[in-house]
Nanobody, 125 residues
Framework: VQLQASGGGWVQAGGSLRLSCVASGRPSSSHVMAWFRQAPGLEREFVAA????????SYADSVGRRFTISKDTFKNMVFLEMNSLRPEDTAVYYC???????????????????WGQGTQVTVSS
């Protein structure tokens, strides 16, 4: 599965952005699709994940109810709706795909084998 992310940009604090990720090749029922982010000087961190089959979701505590991950299985796409954005949300956001993940491993960056190119999100105060 090859991934391509888009939708990043600049927004003021409190604003919203919607990221999109399109997969070339249909993810299998065992796939988990996720968003990670990486700020300068920091490690890549988990943001949200969704199971391709069934739609079970997981979120990082830092994004809580502000972010929503969703999928469109007909278009092979995953989305990240980001609301109430904060300056600390500034980072490069990556979509990722991994297979065979279970709930306890969905947040582990090492479990994902396919990555998109990243899209920059900048939130100004």
């Amino acid at each position: 599965v090859q991934l391509q992310a888009s939708g990043g940009g600049w927004v003021q604090a409190g604003g919203s952005l919607r990221l999109s990720c399109v997969a070339s090749g249909r993810p299998s029922s065992s796939h988990v699709m996720a968003w990670f982010r990486q700020a300068p000087g920091l490690e890549r961190e988990f943001v949200a994940a969704i199971k391709w089959s069934g739609g079970s979701r997981s979120y990082a505590d830092s994004v809580g109810r502000r972010f929503t991950i969703s999928k469109d299985t007909f278009k092979n796409m995953v989305f990240l709706e980001m609301n109430s954005l904060r300056p600390e949300d500034t980072a490069v956001y990556y979509c990722a795909a991994g297979s065979g993940l279970i709930t306890s491993t969905m947040r582990d960056v090492r479990r994902y084998s396919s990555w998109g190119q990243g899209t920059q999100v900048t939130v100004s105060s």
